[in-house]
């Protein structure tokens, strides 16, 4: 089938980049709500969001931030109290941190494609 706008198509590898950013988003959040709890191990949790956000924001080591994003959100729809989010938007950052982890880092991110 026909593209309907062929002339966006040099757009395409934008598409890694914005779902960077809402995963940086996504995980910046989850981390501003665990760091200031109680618990201990919330608190890894908050450090290890922390640190993922920061890694899908700069764009280093993409691939592998995606990984553990992945872990991270099959955790949070496995448990639902270290879920900081709803059912719904857990199972899409799960996808996202899956095609993140299969198409790359995309434009503006210090990962290089081999």
Do not use: E
Request: net charge positive; proline share 6%; charged share 5%.
């Amino acid at each position: 089938m026909l593209s309907l706008f062929p002339q966006l198509l040099f757009l395409s590898p934008f598409a890694a980049f914005l779902i960077r950013l809402a995963l940086a988003v996504l995980f910046s959040y989850s981390a501003y709500m665990r760091i200031p709890h109680a618990q201990t191990l919330i608190k890894v949790f908050g450090i290890i969001d922390a640190l993922i956000a920061l890694a899908l924001l700069v764009g280093f080591s993409t691939q592998l931030a995606a990984l553990f994003g992945t872990i991270c959100t099959a955790a949070w729809l496995i448990k639902s109290d270290w879920n900081p989010y709803p059912k719904s938007t857990a199972a899409l950052a799960l996808v996202m941190c899956l095609s993140l982890l299969i198409m790359g880092a995309g434009p503006f991110a210090f990962d290089l494609p081999l």
